[in-house]
């Protein structure tokens, strides 16, 4: 019986490092993802809270103050020009803390730790004796930080379903002769391909819809626009992602390599697409980097909707987007594709 288990395991060893994309990639890939959080989560870059602060002269009383709580470490402090875009900025959640100089209120954002992080900073820093900050109730309150991410979080379940559910299965049916055995068939290569989109969109939305109808029932969130905008936005990111995902299934055979790269691809998308945290104040090129990611438009087109009450007037520029990304992503994948790997 150990004979056995040992044949059988050195077979599979031996399969592994013969397939040489897939024993690449298993080296490549974490060294990727480690030198990336070594770039942009590095010590003298994490940050404990998004401040804002209004670009008005401080009141003499509260300048010394705000002097010492604007040296201190760790905050990420971003300048807005009137205090409407930082009230706007803060009731969406893309600021944590926001401070207007000129009278020395405050503002915290509901349910933001780095809100509470910053009050204490504020706390630290002000004189001893008088007390001339003042925390100030948010006019109609806040975005709470739960619904601000539940469109990120649906977008990034339409991601990795988008990816792996189509591209993983292509790479599947070629290594498992399917393909193969289709390629004698009348079926022609668009046809699969978009049978496999049709599917997988399908799929997507309608599990989707019923994780919106759960969460409604359970936590009472809504979507304030337009629901018919809101499964447009859904469809057509699912189609870019499910594209882009034949680009990479269009000839390997190899499941460990294909997955290697769809995560390569789905680890950016979560971090520059404001899955988890917002990128107000982040440089011009992380933004410029984010606007070519799908999933990019599809979170930011889906909070518009579902948190501010915008329709299709409002998102059709990232349904541009979204149709643009696509056309490129199906076109080059349809063009690389094989039935089965040439001899």
Same mark, same amino acid.
């Given at each position: 019986?150990?004979? $056995?288990?040992?044949?059988?395991?050195?077979?599979?060893? $031996?399969?592994?490092?013969?397939?040489?994309?897939?024993?690449?990639? &298993?080296?490549?890939?974490?060294?990727?993802?480690?030198?990336?959080?070594?770039?942009?989560?590095?010590?003298?870059?994490?940050?404990?809270?998004?401040?804002? /602060?209004?670009?008005?002269?401080?009141?003499?009383?509260?300048?010394?103050?705000? %002097?010492?709580?604007?040296?201190?470490?760790?905050?990420?402090?971003? @300048?807005?020009d009137s205090l409407e875009k930082?009230? +706007?900025?803060?009731?969406?959640?893309?600021?944590?803390?926001?401070? &207007?100089?000129?009278?020395?209120?405050?503002w915290v954002a509901e349910g933001?730790?780095?809100?509470?992080?910053?009050?204490?900073?504020?706390?630290?820093?002000?004189?001893?004796?008088? /007390?001339?900050?003042?925390?100030?109730?948010?006019?109609g309150g806040s975005l709470p930080?739960? #619904?601000?991410?539940?469109?990120? /979080?649906?977008?990034?379940? /339409?991601?990795?379903?988008?990816?792996?559910?189509?591209?993983?299965?292509?790479? $599947?049916?070629?290594?498992?002769?399917?393909?193969? $055995?289709? *390629?004698?068939?009348?079926?022609?290569?668009?046809?699969?391909?978009?049978?496999?989109?049709?599917?997988?969109?399908?799929?997507?939305?309608?599990?989707?819809?019923? @994780?919106?109808?759960?969460?409604?029932?359970?936590?009472?969130?809504?979507?304030?626009?337009?629901?018919?905008?809101?499964?447009?936005?859904?469809?057509?990111? *699912?189609?870019?992602?499910?594209?882009?995902?034949?680009?990479?299934?269009?000839?390997? %055979?190899? %499941?460990?390599?294909?997955?290697?790269?769809? &995560?390569?691809?789905?680890?950016?998308?979560?971090?520059?697409? %404001?899955?988890?945290? *917002?990128?107000?104040?982040?440089? #011009?090129?992380?933004?410029? @980097?984010?606007?070519?990611?799908?999933?990019?438009?599809?979170?930011?087109?889906?909070?518009?909707?579902? &948190?501010?009450?915008?329709?299709?007037?409002?998102?059709? +520029?990232?349904?541009?987007?979204?149709?643009?990304? *696509?056309?490129?992503?199906?076109?080059?994948?349809?063009?690389?594709?094989?039935? +089965?790997?040439?001899?």
């Amino acid at each position: 019986m150990i004979r $056995r288990i040992f044949i059988i395991a050195r077979a599979r060893i $031996r399969e592994f490092y013969r397939d040489k994309t897939s024993l690449g990639w &298993n080296f490549l890939f974490p060294l990727l993802i480690i030198a990336s959080f070594s770039v942009f989560f590095s010590a003298d870059t994490r940050n404990f809270a998004r401040v804002g /602060i209004v670009d008005l002269p401080a009141d003499s009383a509260i300048e010394e103050s705000l %002097e010492r709580f604007q040296k201190s470490r760790h905050l990420h402090l971003l @300048v807005f020009d009137s205090l409407e875009k930082g009230r +706007h900025a803060l009731e969406r959640q893309r600021v944590d803390f926001l401070l &207007n100089p000129a009278d020395g209120r405050y503002w915290v954002a509901e349910g933001a730790p780095g809100g509470y992080v910053a009050e204490r900073f504020l706390m630290a820093a002000e004189h001893p004796d008088p /007390i001339y900050f003042l925390r100030t109730p948010v006019a109609g309150g806040s975005l709470p930080y739960v #619904e601000w991410l539940f469109p990120g /979080i649906i977008g990034m379940n /339409i991601m990795f379903g988008s990816l792996f559910g189509v591209g993983y299965a292509i790479v $599947r049916y070629r290594k498992n002769g399917v393909l193969k $055995r289709l *390629s004698v068939t009348p079926l022609r290569p668009w046809e699969f391909l978009t049978g496999q989109v049709v599917s997988r969109i399908f799929l997507l939305l309608v599990s989707t819809g019923i @994780v919106l109808a759960i969460c409604s029932l359970l936590f009472g969130f809504r979507v304030k626009g337009s629901i018919f905008a809101l499964f447009m936005i859904f469809a057509m990111g *699912s189609f870019a992602l499910v594209s882009l995902s034949v680009i990479i299934a269009s000839r390997t %055979e190899s %499941e460990e390599f294909a997955e290697g790269v769809l &995560n390569l691809m789905a680890w950016p998308m979560m971090f520059f697409s %404001e899955v988890w945290f *917002s990128l107000e104040g982040a440089d #011009e090129w992380v933004r410029q @980097v984010a606007f070519f990611l799908p999933l990019t438009h599809v979170i930011t087109a889906a909070r518009q909707i579902m &948190n501010e009450g915008a329709g299709i007037p409002d998102v059709y +520029h990232h349904m541009l987007a979204l149709a643009g990304l *696509s056309l490129i992503f199906m076109v080059v994948g349809a063009g690389l594709f094989r039935w +089965h790997r040439e001899k």
